[in-house]
């Protein structure tokens, strides 16, 4: 089986050390609201003459290529 599609172990016991990811997303979207203001002058709306399932598609492509490339880097100590 391919070692990119095997289940992964399960998550180790919660350490209280370490950050809540959701906490971190969640500031990482406001972040990315807050600058997306910025630079266009406006939060993001419906109905703004975008595709949004076309720059949603398109984003999750450049994730798959930056994901993958990591993978490699990890893999081959880069």
Known sequence: MNK???PQRKPRK???N???VWDLVIQD???R?????QK???????????N???DAYQEVLDLAVY???RIYEDENGD
């Open 33 to 37: 609201d807050k600058d997306g203001f």
């Open 29 to 31: 979207m406001k972040d």
């Open 18 to 20: 370490k950050p809540n």
């Open 67 to 69: 994901l993958r490339q």
């Open 14 to 16: 919660n350490n209280k």
């Open 4 to 6: 990119l599609i095997k």
């Open 40 to 50: 266009y002058g406006v939060h993001l709306q419906p109905e703004n003459g975008r």
């Open 52 to 54: 949004s399932l076309i």
